[in-house]
């Protein structure tokens, strides 16, 4: 048949889906919409079961996150109906990738439907919330739908399914235990490591006997009027018009191939996870799409005699557990592919990428980055190709001949299915793939090779070697291969097959910020790897003929694998305490189920205003440069256009002087970034305001200089300022940049209220009061007008303070312009772009030391890239230089610290302000010294760090006491001598893979310098029924710290925290509170809640004197009647600190917090590849306030100190444009980063004098021992080069990535390939 696009009908057909057990009918499917913006977005309508009646409802629970299936919050579960079959298939998915018209006849189960508050919490839900899974929420309901969908498949997983299903979540809060804490009480072999071994010391930080047991046979069942449908209706050709795009879902091959003759461009979508970021990112429209998903050809599944025939519209999740069951079945030998295959699927995308990814769409796409072309065209996997009237097979390999793509496969063909073959006795087979985090990361460069000898022999008969990442698709070794056919497979093979190799395989230069050497030397590592390989196997084979490979070379056959982490936390327990008194227990997050049921609200989850807008913002291309125009006609004429909004719509304060330069928040004349917002599109929805952001033309005069790195702004003054000049040559360390990353990205909903300029701000931000004065300057309006709300913020770690206050000042401005509700929600890639982050770092240094160890004095110089604006920059540095001593006595000591204006967007706050960079010199050149005068790092850590009363450099007085505990506790439960010998023991034995391990100690010192900045002020009201509404002027970011606010309520009034609420953070409630930043929140907040309570005790305690027997009830009943007031203010004046810059003395911090870490790695360094083995955490906190929220502050604050240190690269172009806009390039820590072993233990008997209840702020402090890992590392590059001889004094910069790794493992690697191999060794 063949269908003309006049045939088309006339209106779009019906989408007929359900959500949980409610039918959906959607009339105006529109192919351009994804569930995640259907659900979030659309009223939907509900017919209920029966069909009597509907409802319409918006389901916000599922999260945008990122957009483009990298990030896991927006997971849901699709569940399908085989009729043929008669199963049902359950499976997760990203909302953000689904087209919704792809949902035809299919069940989702969304968060809400796993369970809610009002109905059942769900185990799921409840374990996570009750292990203390959940901070600030906002990746808690993706977390629950991996996990759920694993269970509704196998109700007793084992680890390793659990450990893959969350491969694809990420969460920048909790550092992932107890996530997977939680996760292990589903599991079959329950690998709990929560021990309570001794009364006073060690407890649990949860309780599973409270848990509900998991019954699988009260799970939603799949809806019977699909399973009807799907068994009783003739499938029939689906057709949806959209505004700009239509859908076509053909149900025969000759449909196909007609639709396909007739739109040889249209492309054929199935997963989406392909077309569908290339039309989101990429700016790639089609006006047809065609979905041959439920065409049977392509799904079909054929055993034949010499191998397995896949439909191309095979998910690769079905093709993982088709080829898991063939290898059961088959013996080894025949099994060689599928077992290659198989070893790229486990680690290709997250499960929620593989579950709906096609075969066909990974291998006709011709990605570079394709994990699955180099292994099947080295297979020898066929292609079963068709069009109209045509039908062939094809070579695999042929289209990608001469490695540029060449378009072997014709626009009008399809590909119907792949052949796999068999392997074949004396065929070797063998896949690997680096990639720059091991799992849910497209691979930096991959291989599949294959091998056949002459029988008996080790003669070559056939080679294939293919490489991805490469080139701009996958590419044949082909001259290599055909000179090698008849050789041996022995050392002067390699020799050749290498220089080859290289020779052959030319990689142009690199446009993405990516380092081209380093992908050579992974080409060639991997043919080593696989010489390797095969040279052992040859030897099991024949073990008279083939010596195989020596010993210490057969680790590095063994790819790293995830495990499930095993952990044990450890505090002191509360006996004597009265057991309503929650203050030291390990009580949940106060939100914990409702982020796990998704009814937590963020500011996108706010029910739409009438007539609301929404903002997409236009920023800047160029670095540094003057606008010459700005066009907006285009854009205006976009559909649902509103208008446009630029600096001349700014009523008052456009640049903000909160120091020399200012914050901007639209460009005027000219543009300092790439980033910098130059206007604004408002749209009646967000689809046509990005659209006509788009369409905005800027015309710009480039100007000189652009400056974007500290190197080049020292060599551009180096002209002028000549005192430079030593610097250059000094010792130094570089450390990059650092995203936040927060989950949830800048959000902001202004309303104006219609009279006396009064607005609402409901605003993703740490610090309500600046975003009050920002606006109210911005609009010239006093900040009595403005009213700033927030609920809770779905991560921040200090990048949502003046950032956010820009933002939010856009959208008021276009409120205030239109005088309609304005959303702000910036995508993930604008914020990564717009927003800034840490501060890149270089330090230099010198430093004079005794040959015994004793450091005697050091001259540092901090250079800190503060980007265009100064933001909080300056601040940066001068914590970093109060801080940079970490936990060592310099008795003479020079520092010196610049924050250095470059044309970068401009870097703001982040967790730890500068102390993680400046103590991550000092380590450094600590490390330095132990080098030079060779003994070990912790022997120099120990002669120099603080023993007793002593003075810091800025000459505070400190007690060192507990840093020396924290040390040798960590020492002690580290085993950390012993475990060095182990790991000698285990490098002797070893030659490509080694291990390191390394202990760091800190102090944190914890103030904010001033006293203002620490004021803190509460409103606490009792109402009549005696229940308590508290709030005070710290906000929610998943630190807990509403839920420390209500146990220290709870403690001062004496009633169950069950009584107490808190709303929301208000600027209408609390005035002017400080930010909530510095580890500060609580101590602060908690003292302003403790004097707010207990004023209201005082006046209630006649009351309670009089009638001692009451109950909490009687008294405010008798309070209320003796007209006694039921609501008081707390307020705490703040910490009297200050600092004297001009003597270089003062008391600019209140306390110090102390603690240790030991992390033990291990490296592979053919590619550069690591494994957390074990961390081990002590840590000074005073007396936790609560437990559980504390831990998981260090612990999630120390995983984001590996990312720092060890994985998150920011990359940009020469031009300044960022290219690490999404999870996709730019890569935080998953679950199979953190360390195998996790151990935290809070240091016991710790009292401080200065904080409620004697705790200490914890926020940030872990941070820092993200370190340890670092010069774990380090340890272990230093055994490789010791080893091999190669030159002592080396630098390693942060982030040491795998690349990095490898660099550092040998100055010329492919060099060493050969020769380090000796002679007669195979
Ligand atoms: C977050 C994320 C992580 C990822 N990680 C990895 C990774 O680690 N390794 C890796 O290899 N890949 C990775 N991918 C890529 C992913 O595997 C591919 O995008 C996917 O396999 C493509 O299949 P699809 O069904 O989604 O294709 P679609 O996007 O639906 O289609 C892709 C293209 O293939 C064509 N096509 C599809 N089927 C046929 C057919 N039968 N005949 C002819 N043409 C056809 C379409 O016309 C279209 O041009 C990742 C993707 C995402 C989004
Ligand atoms: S929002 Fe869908 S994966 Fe990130
Ligand atoms: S709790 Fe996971 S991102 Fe915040």
Not at 647 to 658: G, I, Q, S
Not at 710 to 716: A, D, G, N, R
Not at 1302 to 1319: L, R
């Amino acid at each position: 048949m063949y269908i003309s696009e006049k045939e088309f009908p006339e209106g779009a057909q019906t989408l007929l889906w359900s959500l949980a057990i409610s039918l959906i009918i959607e009339k105006n499917a529109d192919p351009e919409q994804m569930l995640l913006s259907y659900l979030r977005k659309r009223r939907i309508l509900f017919l209920s079961v029966p069909l009597s009646h509907s409802f319409e409802i918006r389901l916000t629970g599922t999260k945008y996150g990122c957009g483009g299936g990298g990030c896991g919050a927006c997971t849901v579960m699709i569940s399908t109906y085989e009729p043929a079959l008669k199963k049902i298939r359950h499976y997760s998915a990203n909302a953000c990738l689904l087209p919704i018209c792809s949902l035809y006849g299919a069940a989702v189960t969304t968060v809400e439907g796993v369970g809610s508050t009002k109905t059942r919490v769900h185990p799921v839900q409840e374990r996570l919330a009750k292990c203390h899974g959940s901070q600030c929420g906002f990746c808690t309901p993706g977390m629950v739908m991996s996990i759920y969908t694993l269970l509704r498949n196998h109700p007793e997983p084992t680890s390793e399914q659990m450990i893959a299903a969350l491969a694809g979540n990420l969460c920048r809060c909790t550092g992932y235990r107890p996530i997977l804490d939680a996760c292990k009480t589903f599991c079959k072999e329950s690998i709990c490591c929560q021990r309570k071994t001794n009364e006073k010391l060690f407890y649990l930080l949860f309780s599973t006997d409270e848990f509900q047991p998991l019954d699988p046979t009260q799970e939603l069942i799949f809806p019977p009027e699909l399973m009807r449908m799907a068994e009783n209706q003739p499938k029939r050709t689906l057709f949806f018009h959209g505004e700009r795009m239509t859908w076509i879902s053909p149900v025969s091959l000759d449909e196909l191939l007609d639709l396909k003759a007739t739109y040889p461009k249209a492309p054929l979508l199935v997963g989406n996870t392909s077309v569908g970021p290339e039309m989101k990112f990429r700016g790639m429209f089609h006006p047809i799409v065609i979905a041959p998903a439920r065409i049977p050809d392509l799904n079909m599944v054929k055993c034949t005699d010499d191998g397995l025939t896949l439909g191309a519209a095979c998910s690769l999740s079905l093709v993982k557990d088709i080829l898991t069951n063939a290898m059961a079945e088959f013996p080894e030998e025949k099994t060689k592919v599928f077992s290659a295959v198989l070893q790229q699927l486990r680690t290709l995308g997250g499960e929620q990428i593989r579950n709906i990814a096609s075969l066909g769409g990974n291998i006709v796409s011709r990605k570079s980055t394709s994990d699955l072309n180099p292994i099947l065209a080295a297979s020898n996997c066929m292609l079963n190709l068709a069009s109209r009237g045509r039908k062939r097979q094809i070579p695999l390999s042929d289209i990608f001949a001469d490695g540029v793509g060449n378009n072997t496969i014709t626009p009008e063909e399809i590909l119907v299915s792949v052949h796999v073959p068999h392997s074949r006795k004396g065929e070797y087979v063998s896949a690997f793939r680096q990639a720059p985090r091991r799992e849910n990361a497209l691979p930096v460069t991959n291989a599949g090779m294959r091998v056949i000898f002459e029988e008996g022999t080790d003669t070559i008969k056939d080679l294939s070697i293919f490489y991805g990442g490469a080139v701009s698709t996958t590419v044949c070794a082909k001259q290599t291969c055909r000179t090698l056919i008849g050789r041996h497979w022995n050392k002067q093979m390699l020799d050749e097959a290498c220089r080859l190799v290289f020779k052959e395989i030319a990689l142009p230069g690199s446009d993405n910020g990516e380092t081209v050497d380093y992908k050579k030397t992974l080409i060639v590592s991997f043919f080593y790897r696989f010489f390797l390989e095969v040279s052992q196997s040859l030897k099991t084979m024949d073990p008279c003929h083939y010596p195989g490979i020596p010993m210490e070379y057969r680790s590095v056959l063994q790819d790293f694998k995830t495990k499930m982490p095993q952990s044990i936390q450890i505090y002191q327990a509360k006996l004597s305490q009265s057991p309503q008194d929650p203050v030291g227990r390990p009580i949940m997050h106060q939100s914990g189920i409702k982020h796990a049921t998704g009814e937590a609200v963020y500011i996108d989850d706010l029910p739409s205003v009438d007539g609301e807008l929404f903002l997409a913002v236009v920023t800047s291309s160029r670095a540094h440069a003057k606008i010459v125009s700005i066009d907006t006609s285009e854009a205006l004429k976009g559909p649902g256009v509103f208008d446009i909004i630029t600096a001349h719509d700014v009523p008052a304060t456009n640049e903000f002087y909160y120091s020399d330069d200012p914050e901007i928040i639209f460009a005027r004349n000219k543009v300092i970034c790439v980033g910098q917002i130059v206007c604004a599109v408002v749209a009646d929805s967000d689809d046509h305001a990005k659209q006509a952001a788009a369409k905005v033309k800027i015309e710009y005069e480039v100007l000189e200089p652009v400056i974007l790195t500290i190197e080049v702004l020292i060599i551009y003054f180096l002209l002028l300022f000549y005192c430079f000049i030593y610097l250059i040559n000094g010792r130094e360390i570089r450390i990059g940049g650092q995203e936040h990353f927060y989950m949830e990205t800048q959000s902001v909903l202004v309303v104006p209220k219609g009279e006396d300029n009064e607005m609402d701000v409901y605003v993703s931000t740490q610090h309500p009061a600046i975003i009050q004065e920002m606006v109210a300057a911005s609009l010239g309006v006093p900040a009595n007008r403005i009213m700033c709300h927030v609920k809770r913020v779905g991560g921040a770690f200090g990048g949502k303070l003046l950032k956010a206050g820009l933002l939010a000042s856009v959208a008021a401005v276009a409120a205030n312009k239109t005088s309609r509700a304005v959303r702000l929600i910036l995508s993930r890639g604008d914020d990564m772009l717009i927003t800034g982050g840490r501060h890149p770092f270089i330090g230099k240094y010198k430093v004079g030391f005794m040959n015994d160890g004793r450091i005697r004095a050091v001259d540092a110089k901090y250079y800190i890239n503060a980007g265009c604006t100064p933001d909080e920059s300056v601040l940066v540095a001068e914590v970093s230089l109060l801080k940079m001593d970490n936990a060592y006595k310099i008795p003479n000591l020079r520092c010196w610290a610049y924050a250095c204006k470059t044309n970068l967007p401009s870097n703001t706050a982040f967790r730890g302000f500068g102390f993680p960079q400046s103590a991550l010199v000092t380590e450094t050149w600590i490390t330095g010294v132990a080098d030079k005068i060779g003994l070990s790092p912790e022997k120099i850590r120990e002669i120099n760090m603080y023993k007793e009363n002593e003075q810091t450099h800025f000459k505070q007085k400190l007690d060192p006491q507990n840093l020396i505990r924290c040390w040798n506790e960590c020492m002690e439960k580290s085993a950390y001598y012993s475990r060095k010998t182990a790991v000698n023991e285990f490098n002797k034995q070893n030659y490509w893979k080694k291990k390191g391990i390394a202990i760091v100690p800190m102090k944190f010192p914890f103030g904010l310098g001033t006293r203002y900045l620490s004021q803190a002020a509460a409103l606490v009201h009792i109402y009549t029924d005696g229940s308590v509404l508290l709030t005070h002027g710290g906000i929610e970011m998943g630190q807990g710290i509403h839920t420390k606010m209500i146990q220290v309520a709870s403690r001062e009034l004496n009633i169950p925290m069950s009584c107490i609420h808190f709303c929301e953070t208000s600027t209408t409630t609390v005035p002017n509170a400080c930010a909530s930043v510095g580890s500060a929140g609580t101590d602060v907040n908690g003292m302003a809640v403790k004097d707010a309570c207990q004023t209201l005790l005082k006046r209630l305690q006649p009351i309670i004197n009089k009638n001692p027997k009451g109950t909490w009830n009687d008294w405010i009943k008798e309070a209320f009647e003796q007209s006694v007031s039921l609501s008081a203010t707390g307020y705490f004046r703040g910490y009297n600190e200050n600092m004297d810059w001009e003597k270089g003395e003062g008391q600019p911090f209140t306390y110090f917090l102390y603690g240790a870490a030991c992390s033990e790695v291990e490296i592979n360094c053919l590619t550069g590849d690591h494994k957390n083995l074990r961390t081990d955490i002590v840590m000074d906190i005073g007396c936790s306030i609560n437990p559980a929220v504390d831990i998981g502050q260090i612990e999630g604050a120390f995983v984001q100190g590996i990312g720092l240190y060890t994985m998150e690269e920011l990359k940009y172009s020469p031009e300044g444009v960022l290219y690490t806009r999404g999870p996709d390039q730019y890569k935080i820590p998953a679950v199979c980063d953190i360390p195998e072993q996790f151990s935290v233990s809070l240091l016991s008997s710790s009292q401080n004098p200065y904080a409620i209840y004697a705790s200490k702020g914890i926020g940030e402090a872990g941070l820092f021992l993200g370190c340890s890992v670092f010069f774990a590392l380090r340890d272990a590059v230093t055994r490789v080069r010791n080893e091999r001889g190669l030159k002592k004094t080396f630098t390693l910069n942060s982030p040491l990535t795998a690349e990095q790794i490898w660099a550092n493992c040998a100055d010329d690697f492919a060099e060493m390939v050969i020769g380090s191999w000796e002679e007669g060794s195979v």
